[in-house]
């Protein structure tokens, strides 16, 4: 089971921190991601970390301005957000696979939260 949380409202340039929680015996072995979908348009790669966290992977409309890293302590996996914009507005949603950690395709996926809203302001 996955728990997104962290999303809201923020200006233009500013940051947010998104958490994703997730509880289940073979959790701490999974590989994560986070991916996000506008409003009527389709869910899209944000970024993917390791189970053990030592490999991740961006989009390019994100790189350089998102982080996502993941505490194996607390089986939580965290997306910071940095320079937002209004094209960042979207529901962010993290997602679980127990197949390679580069996968970008949604499909490959097993398992995924509930989503949460950011609302970037220009």
């Known amino acids: 089971q996955l728990q997104a949380s962290g999303g809201g409202l923020v200006q233009a340039g500013g940051s947010l921190r998104l958490s994703c929680a997730a509880s289940g015996r073979t959790s701490s072995t999974l590989n994560m991601g986070w991916f996000r979908q506008a409003p009527g348009k389709e869910r899209d790669f944000v970024a993917s970390i390791s189970w053990s966290g030592g490999n991740t992977r961006y989009a390019d409309s994100v790189e350089g301005r998102f982080t996502i890293a993941r505490d194996t302590t607390k089986n939580t996996v965290y997306l910071q957000m940095n320079s937002l914009e209004p094209e960042d507005t979207a529901v962010y949603y993290c997602?679980?696979?127990?197949?390679?950690?580069?996968?970008?395709?949604?499909?490959?996926?097993?398992?995924w939260g509930q989503g949460t809203l950011v609302t970037v302001s220009s």
């Open positions: 997602a679980a696979t127990s197949r390679n950690w580069r996968h970008r395709n949604i499909a490959m996926y097993d398992y």
